[in-house]
């Protein structure tokens, strides 16, 4: 087990690179992205952004990184010389409060009080440029989550009680549950059959195909913030604020264990791509690297 301090103030994003060698995370202090040596825990990179505090981060392929702060910016760089790849101006009024890369890299998905897909592959026209972008036909509004599906087809949203998903190539979305409480995070397995929703104390998981709940993971006593599935789609790891991290069987719904990483409240969790080790970020500043049992 590695223990960061890594901000000052609450970490608030954590993502591990697709090679799996990397961690990135943003925090309460600033915009500023740190890069992190998974396996040793050092500094290795450090990616500038405002003073404001960062709100989320996410990894692309071939290298992109991509961070939103506290006011409309989200940046996009590409390791490892973090080269700068776009600035996207969300909406004058609110934030990005979670971020998404299509699995090819040519989109990134802002979950802002619109949800829109933003075309990486044109040249950067910096923050006041128009930049193309697609977004649902839809009367929901302030989306705090999205998730994108691994074949990039479907985009998941969770609004401010709504769960829904839309496939951006034909327009259409179809609700999938209202279930009256703000959604923190949306996850899909690796199959994409699969959703992984997290509201209030619990994560609800969805059967894709039947358009129903068929599963709710239940034990935290604080709100459960972020959900990730492990590689192989077996477990499911849940971040609270009640300071623990949960791992759960994704088929049943077992509880297979409960750490306290003294951490203080956990906002944040990131599972590697090999599925081998775990980080949680806490409201302390303190990012938590753990290696787990296959």
């Known amino acids: 087990m590695r223990t960061i301090s890594a901000h000052r103030k609450d970490v608030h994003g954590l993502a591990f690179t ?12 600033s915009a500023a992205v740190s890069v992190w040596d998974a396996r040793s825990g050092d500094e290795v990179f450090k990616l500038r952004g405002r003073r404001d505090r960062g709100r989320a981060v996410a990894c692309g392929p071939d290298g992109l990184v991509a961070a939103a702060d506290n006011r409309n910016l989200v940046r996009v760089w590409r390791l490892p010389k973090g080269d700068r790849v776009a600035e996207i101006a969300v909406n004058p009024y609110s934030p990005a409060y979670d971020l998404a890369f299509l699995p090819d890299g040519t989109g990134l998905v802002t979950a802002s009080q619109e949800v829109r897909v933003w075309d990486l592959g044109v040249p950067d026209p910096g923050p006041k440029g128009d930049r193309p972008f697609r977004e649902p036909p839809t009367t929901n509004c302030w989306f705090h989550a ?19 998903c839309w496939w951006p190539a034909t327009g259409v979305v179809r609700q999938l549950d ?23 104390h619990q994560v609800r998981v969805y059967d894709l195909e039947a358009s129903r709940g068929r599963l709710d993971l239940v034990g935290h006593q604080g709100m459960v913030w972020e959900a990730a599935y492990t590689p192989d789609g077996a477990r499911l790891v849940t971040a609270s604020s009640d300071g623990s991290v949960r791992f759960w069987d994704a088929r049943t719904g077992a509880a297979r264990g409960s750490f306290d990483w003294q951490a203080g409240k956990v906002r944040c969790v990131a599972v590697s791509p090999d599925g081998l080790t775990v980080a949680s970020g806490g409201q302390d500043g303190r990012i938590v690297i753990a290696d787990v049992d296959p």
Do not use: K
């Not at 090679?19 to 202090?29: I, R």
């Not at 999205?146 to 829904?164: E, F, M, N, Q, Y």
């Open 178 to 200: 209202n279930v009256r409480a703000q959604i923190h995070a949306v996850t899909f397995d690796p199959t994409g059959r699969e959703l992984a929703v997290a509201f209030g």
């Open 18 to 29: 697709p090679d799996g060698h990397t961690l990135v995370s943003v925090g309460g202090q």
């Open 146 to 164: 999205a998730g994108v599906s691994p074949d990039g087809t479907r985009v998941a949203i969770g609004s401010l009680a709504a769960v829904s």
